[in-house]
T-cell receptor, first 113, second 115 residues
Framework: SAVISQKPSRDICQRGTSLTIQCQVD?????MFWYRQQPGQSLTLIAT?????????ESGFVIDKFPISRPNLTFSTLTVSNMSPEDSSIYLC??????????FGPGTRLTVT | AQSVAQPEDQVNVAEGNPLTVKCTYS??????LFWYVQYPNRGLQFLLK??????LVKGSYGFEAEFNKSQTSFHLKKPSALVSDSALYFC?????????????FGKGTTLSVSS
């Protein structure tokens, strides 16, 4: 299993600024992912964080807006750049292991004013 | 492409009655199927998974799910609902041919259990 922590847990930011969210896993995992969830709605995959190389983005998400780093097997960051109110959402870090399960962090609740 | 559908936005059931939350999927290969639950202002909690083996999978909190390959379904069930089961439930799928990829989630079903 894997326990995932995220920082910050929530933040209120002004439009035009950027926020970096940190994700730490307590064990080495094979894959790490970032999702977005608007309140009461489903999870949308933003990207797969690849260790030591550029992240793989899903349709509709671009690196300039959501730069992602994964310097090692247990840590990743997601930056939400040049924020607008439409970016207000919950951002979830996730990781999968060899047992096929996928674990989730508690989420970062972002409000952009 | 893989996808998952949860046809019901909301399911209402009385406490003590059986509950079913529906899920259907579409994958190219064999499906890896999951159910998660999310309580208000809480993170996503894993309930159960089907990878291979018995079609009836038992999970946390008395929940179970039945894998039906011919109907491409993976409905979540519980014999006797509790008020505390009220939450948002997500079905998710991964194609076995893409084992290293992320889960794809359904839109979610809100379960409301009345006392």
């Amino acid at each position: 299993s894997a326990v995932i922590s995220q920082k910050p847990s929530r933040d209120i930011c002004q439009r035009g600024t950027s926020l970096t969210i940190q994700c730490q896993v307590d064990s080495q995992v094979t894959m790490m992912f970032w999702y977005r969830q608007q309140p009461g709605q489903s999870l949308t995959l933003i990207a797969t964080a690849n260790q030591g190389s550029e992240a793989t983005y899903e349709s509709g998400f671009v690196i300039d807006k959501f730069p992602i780093s994964r310097p090692n097997l247990t840590f990743s960051t997601l930056t939400v750049s040049n924020m607008s109110p439409e970016d207000s959402s919950i951002y979830l870090c996730s990781a999968s292991t060899h047992d096929y399960e996928q674990y989730f962090g508690p989420g970062t609740r972002l409000t952009v004013t | 492409a893989q996808s998952v559908a949860q046809p019901e936005d909301q399911v209402n059931v009385a406490e003590g009655n059986p509950l079913t939350v529906k899920c259907t999927y579409s994958v190219s290969g064999n499906p890896y199927l999951f159910w998660y639950v999310q309580y208000p202002n809480r993170g996503l909690q894993f309930l159960l998974k089907y990878i291979t083996g018995d079609n009836l999978v038992k999970g946390s909190y008395g929940f179970e799910a039945e894998f039906n390959k011919s109907q491409t379904s993976f409905h979540l069930k519980k014999p006797s609902a509790l008020v505390s089961d009220s939450a948002l439930y997500f079905c998710a799928v991964r194609d076995s041919y893409q084992a290293g990829t992320a889960l794809i989630f359904g839109k979610g079903t809100t379960l409301s259990v009345s006392s």
